[in-house]
Structures are given as structure tokens and as C-alpha cells.
């Protein structure tokens, strides 16, 4: 994997409100690190890194049967679900996760990342759909603070820094939204080393944890 780089972005529902973004190369180093308002930034920092796969902290997908999420469409799920296959995997691996039906309280996250995947699979970049709680999950157990809180950072900047040792000198710097896309990074260089499990259905949607 040589001259390999690999990001991860947490999404977030508008653009007013900057994606943290982050950057590893194929030792793990730190190679960027900041934060995004437009989809057209989050582009242009690809253009130049040339990731070999993007994480995203987004749902990229709807579930089959929806071609959106209005609930004055008359689009119905196929399955009877009200979310995705992978997202009733999670839920049944006791990992909770936001609802991807007509009611959800994400509808523009979801939006936006759809777009964005679109966007960047255009500029031939590949990407993946993950969810941050799901990967510490699957890396440091159940046991997790809460990601607002100061014990909870402290806890994350203290699990970062054993996972990525490169980040340390950075960590300082650091919030919930950073440590997420870090995470993201982490399971995209993951993903490439096929250390990944996939929930859901490829025809639906994916969402890659670690295995």
C-alpha cells in the first residue's frame, strides 16, 4: 500500500457547520488535518491527497424501495424496515444508530452525503459509508464515556493515541468531531487491509466496522 493515503470526514448536516477532516497515510502518519465548510472543499482536499478510499460519517444510502425521504412521496420501503438492513444489524449488535426512515431527525445528513458520495465517486474516488460509535465499538468494547464530555474526549484522545501513535504531538487539538474522523481514517486504512466486517446488503447499502 505504498504511497497510500486514507480519510475520513465527519459529515455534517450543512455546510455552515464545518466537516472535520482527516488524513493517514499507509504508516498511519498524519498527512491532513482540518476542517471543511462546502462539499467543493472536501473535493478540492481530495483532488490534492488522492485518497485511496474515503470514510464518511454519513448514511449513504436509503432503504430500498424509498427514492427519498419526504413523507409526502408515496416511495415505501420494500422490506417493511423502517431503516436499512445494516442499520437493524447494528442495533441487533446492541450499537444504536440513527434512523434512516421518512421520520428521521438526520434527513439532511443524509442528503449531504448521498451528494457528496455521488460527488466524489464522479471525481473516481471511492468511498465508504462507517459510523464512528460502531468502530470504537469494535475496537475498544462497549465501555465508551460519552463523546461530549470531558472524560469522554480525555477517553478518545487517550484510545488515539495508542491506536495511531502519530497523532499524539496533535491530539492536544483535538474535539469529538476530529477524534471521530480520526476513527473514520483508521477503519478506511482498515478497510484496505480487508480487517473490516460488512453490515447490510451491497444492494442497499454497507456500512463497514472493524472485524
Known amino acids: 500500500m505504498s504511497g497510500y493515503s486514507f480519510f475520513g470526514i465527519d459529515l455534517t448536516s450543512t455546510a455552515a457547520r464545518p466537516s472535520a477532516c482527516l488524513g493517514l497515510d499507509d504508516k498511519l502518519q498524519l498527512v491532513y488535518l482540518g476542517f471543511a465548510g462546502e462539499d467543493s472543499d472536501i473535493i478540492a482536499i481530495a483532488n490534492l491527497y488522492s485518497p485511496r478510499v474515503i470514510a464518511i460519517d454519513a448514511p449513504l444510502s436509503l432503504p430500498l424501495g ?15 424496515r423502517r431503516s436499512r438492513q445494516c442499520d437493524q444489524e447494528l442495533r441487533q449488535q446492541g450499537i444504536p444508530c440513527y434512523p434512516t426512515s421518512k421520520r428521521t ?8 452525503g448521498m451528494e457528496l458520495r455521488d460527488k466524489l465517486c464522479q471525481q473516481g474516488f471511492q468511498t465508504i459509508e462507517i459510523y464512528p460509535y460502531a468502530s470504537k465499538v469494535r ?53 484496505c487491509q480487508n480487517k473490516v466486517d460488512a453490515l447490510g446488503s451491497s444492494e442497499e447499502g454497507l456500512i463497514f466496522v472493524p472485524s
Open 66 to 80: 424509498l427514492c427519498c425521504l419526504e413523507e409526502s412521496c408515496s416511495c415505501q420501503p420494500k422490506s417493511g
Open 105 to 112: 431527525f438526520i434527513k439532511s445528513l443524509i442528503y449531504r
Open 139 to 191: 475496537l475498544l468494547g462497549k465501555a465508551i464515556p460519552r463523546k461530549s464530555t470531558l472524560q469522554g474526549i480525555a477517553f478518545l484522545k487517550a484510545q488515539l493515541e495508542n491506536i495511531l501513535p502519530g497523532l499524539k504531538p496533535y491530539l492536544g487539538g483535538f474535539d469529538h468531531n476530529l477524534c471521530d474522523a480520526a476513527v473514520a481514517a483508521y477503519t478506511a486504512f482498515l478497510y
